[in-house]
């Protein structure tokens, strides 16, 4: 009996993680006096709430399984947040948890391609949160990146019947990771029932806006083939606890919740009892959206001194800001297939110490762009600011 090689040749080969393609960045920033500024992954820098953390450590739920669809007090503080933020009423029977919401975007083409093997197609922005596309691949789906009006919403309009009737589930992302725009989330559940895809909306970031303070959920106008998936990661400075949930037709919210069950899936108890806690208060949410706010417009300060054209966001609490003309001539100049955001990252961390993402991570069409994330504390971001606090900084380096 001979033993089976290892691998299949050909198989699938995970790709580089996006932001693992940083850290020769993160070196070079690191030499600095008093370290790398690190604006690239958007991971929260501060606390979460006191009631939070009291109820982690005071529960009682360690020794038993917790339920994968969530428990009661979990579904209900999600139905009621939503009823509060929205004015919309969704049956706690309708909402479900997930281990973070990462791993649900991850995974969901995977799991609705079993539901409709026939649809082989997922939908996205062009301009997006990469795991929309990597989710497709996992799932054996072509992604279909859908361009974005002046507004920066998709527009569906553009897509083809012939594709539309391949289409396993759509993507939308409001406010928008990384550009920050704001999706017409009613037109994208209209267009939902029209075409009879599902659409999951990513509203992570809903409680940032800028432009309007007003929250919007696909959930507003309507029930079938829309999913709006929600984090705690952002709101509540929850990303190292793994929690979220999604909620919207019973259908598919009850096929998701059933294979997830069979999958193992499961938030810890005492996670859940934190994400109730989080979700019950309103208050740190406003607290700590004015910092996001006061370091976004910080931030935006900082970069136009050394000409870089940042602009405050719609929503969400990144900056989009556009690859200086210059970068664009030394890419050009250069001839070895450099890429313009790729030389503004590295000026900023020669210079400055801080380390940005290039657009290209979030697809070709966000090339000319990089974003930085409002995560460091005021401190940090000062330190940023006497580091380019001349105009020539960038061109120095």
Not at 134 to 152: D, H, K, N
Not at 230 to 243: C, D, E, F, Y
Not at 292 to 302: K, N, T, W
Request: glycine content about 8%.
């Amino acid at each position: 009996m001979t033993t089976p090689p290892l691998g299949v040749p050909g198989g699938f080969k995970p790709p580089p993680y996006p932001y693992a393609r940083l850290s020769k960045l993160l070196t070079v920033a690191s030499r600095h006096e008093g370290g790398v500024v690190d604006l690239s992954v958007g991971t929260p820098c501060d606390p979460p709430p006191p009631q939070v953390t009291h109820a982690l450590c005071a529960s009682k739920s360690l020794s038993g399984y917790p339920s994968s669809v969530g428990s009661e007090a979990l579904r209900g503080a999600a139905a009621d947040w939503m009823r509060r933020r929205f004015g919309v009423e969704t049956d706690p029977q309708h909402i479900a948890a997930c281990v973070g919401t990462k791993e649900m975007v991850a995974s969901t083409a995977w799991y609705m391609r079993l539901r409709d093997p026939a649809r082989d197609v997922v939908i996205g922005p062009a301009v997006a949160y990469p795991t929309y596309a990597m989710g497709a691949q996992l799932a054996g789906c072509s992604y279909v990146p859908v361009p974005t009006t002046e507004s920066g919403a998709m527009d569906l309009s553009v897509l083809p019947d012939e594709l539309t009737a391949r289409t396993l589930l759509v993507w939308a992302n409001s406010p928008s990771n990384p550009t920050g725009s704001l999706c017409d989330l009613d037109a994208v559940a209209s267009w939902a029932q029209a075409k009879d895809v599902p659409v999951f909306s990513d509203e992570c970031y809903v409680e940032f806006t800028w432009d309007d303070a007003s929250c919007a959920t696909v959930l507003r106008g309507a029930g079938r083939n829309v999913v709006a998936v929600h984090s705690l990661s952002k709101r509540s400075n929850m990303a190292g606890m793994r929690v979220g949930f999604y909620a919207g037709d019973p259908e598919i919210v009850g096929y998701l919740a059933a294979i997830r069950q069979h999958s193992g899936l499961m938030v810890p108890g005492p996670v859940q009892e934190a994400a109730v806690a989080a979700l019950c208060d309103d208050e740190h949410v406003e607290i700590q959206r004015l910092r996001y706010l006061r370091r976004l417009e910080r931030l935006v300060e900082i970069l136009h001194v050394v000409g870089l054209d940042a602009e405050l966001p719609k929503g969400g609490f990144y900056l989009w800001v556009p690859v200086p003309g210059w970068c664009t001539d030394e890419a050009e100049s250069r001839g070895d297939g450099a890429v313009a955001s790729w030389i503004l990252t590295e000026a900023l961390a020669e210079a400055g110490g801080v380390v940005v993402s290039p657009g290209d991570l979030y697809g070709d069409d966000g090339s000319p762009f990089v974003r930085v994330a409002a995560v460091q504390p005021d401190d940090r971001i000062e330190l940023l600011a006497k580091r380019l606090a001349e105009p020539d900084s960038l061109r120095r380096h």
